[in-house]
Structure formats: C-alpha cells, structure tokens
C-alpha cells in the first residue's frame, strides 16, 4: 500500500517553543489531513487541505499542502501542555478511497 | 450528540474463535471504515464503505470481514482470529470520501 512518511517520530519542547512536522509521499495527494490523538482516545481532525499550495489555519495550528502535491507539513505555534500527543498526517490519492496515515509525531512538552 | 461507538471496547479471546466487532454511527454517514492502529505504524486502513452493500479493502484486509447491510452500522468480523490480529481497532465515519472523518473510541484485542 501507499507510504506517507512522517518526521520527526517523536519531539520533546519547552512550553512555548513553536513546532514543526512533515509528511512526504511518493505519490501525488489529493487531499491532506491532520490528526491529533490523545491518550486512549481515537483520533481527531486538525486541519483538512484540499488544494495544491493551500495554507490553512486553525488557532495555533497552520498547515500546507505542498506544491509537488507529495507532502505537507504543520506547525504549532506556542506550544501549551494540552498539545501533548501523537500528531497524524493522512491523505487520499487520486480517486482512491483509501485514507493512508503517516506514522506519526508524539509530542511531549514540558513545563 | 453525534457519535461512532464501537463494543467492545476490550477484548481478550484465542486462535481460532471468530469474533465480532460492532460499529454504529449516529449522523447518518455514508462512508465508514475501519483501521488497526500497532506501535511505530500508524492507523492502517483494513475496509471501508461507501455506502450500504458498498465495502472495499483497505490496505491490510487479510483475515477481516465487513458487512453493510444497514447505514448506521459496519461490524468488523474476524473468522479465525490470530496472535497477529492483536491490536488497537478503530471505526470511522464520515459524510463523504474527503469530509470529516470521527473516530470511535477504539476496541483493544487481544488474541492469545
């Protein structure tokens, strides 16, 4: 099946510290989207991206659709202790119905 | 208050007994899939649906079965289950292909 590979696996920050994650793919996506879970809950929906060279935010969270239509990436600007958790990106290609799922980004922030 | 329940929510069982998940969804979705989640792999998609008697394989369908016969609900059925099978599931549902997807609250198996 398809690979989307997400960095880093894991990060430790300070509150307040911005962060950054990446996805990239070998294959071309049509639409890219964000998820966050928390401890021993399902995931949740952040940020959707539907369009090449899109820029999208929601609060804190800012997130773009690459050009190359192969990868994406989110920040977190002035990281708080809620943002503690495994960050997911996942997308749909061409006319698949398939959702792939990176491998995702667990973030820890400490005091 | 929309929701997607998934029952149980932990399962220990043995080789070989098959088993039933159950998925339902209250916001009258049409599409609903079902995902395993194991450490350093992320979700990975095992079916999904697009719609009542709809179903597709996800990425790793082996030793899965689904069925659609009603909107609100996907069980996920496993016939002979495996020590590899043991794993973190979620069901989700959505309005469409790209919308929304909400997640149930996860069913733990384990097969010994």
């Known amino acids: 099946g398809q690979q989307l590979n997400q960095s880093p696996q894991s990060m430790f920050i300070q509150e307040g510290e911005d962060v950054s994650m990446n996805c990239t793919s070998s294959s071309i996506f049509n639409t890219w989207l964000w998820y966050k879970q928390d401890p021993g809950e399902g995931p949740v929906l952040l940020i959707a991206l539907y369009k090449a060279g899109e820029l999208t935010s929601n609060g804190r969270l800012t997130a773009q659709f690459g050009i190359t239509r192969k990868d994406s990436f989110l920040n977190i600007s002035a990281s708080i202790p809620s943002d503690v958790g495994i960050y997911f990106c996942a997308g749909f290609t061409g006319t698949a119905s398939k959702l792939t799922f990176g491998t995702g980004t667990r973030l820890q922030v400490t005091l | 208050e929309a929701q997607v329940t998934q029952n149980p929510r932990y399962l220990i069982t043995v080789t070989g007994k098959k088993l039933t998940v159950t998925c339902s969804q209250n916001?009258?979705?049409?599409?609903m899939s079902w995902y395993r989640q194991d450490p350093g792999l992320g979700l990975r998609q095992i079916y999904y649906?697009?719609?009542?008697?709809?179903?597709d394989k996800g990425d790793v369908p082996e030793g899965y079965k689904v069925s659609r016969k009603e909107k609100r609900n996907f069980p996920l059925i496993l016939e002979s289950p495996s020590p590899n099978q043991t794993s973190l599931y979620f069901c989700?549902?959505?309005?469409?292909?790209?919308?929304?997807?909400?997640f149930g609250p996860g069913t733990r198996l384990l097969v010994l």
């Open positions: 916001m009258n979705h049409e599409y």
């Open positions: 649906s697009m719609n009542v008697e709809v179903t």
């Open positions: 989700a549902s959505s309005s469409g292909r790209g919308g929304t997807q909400y």
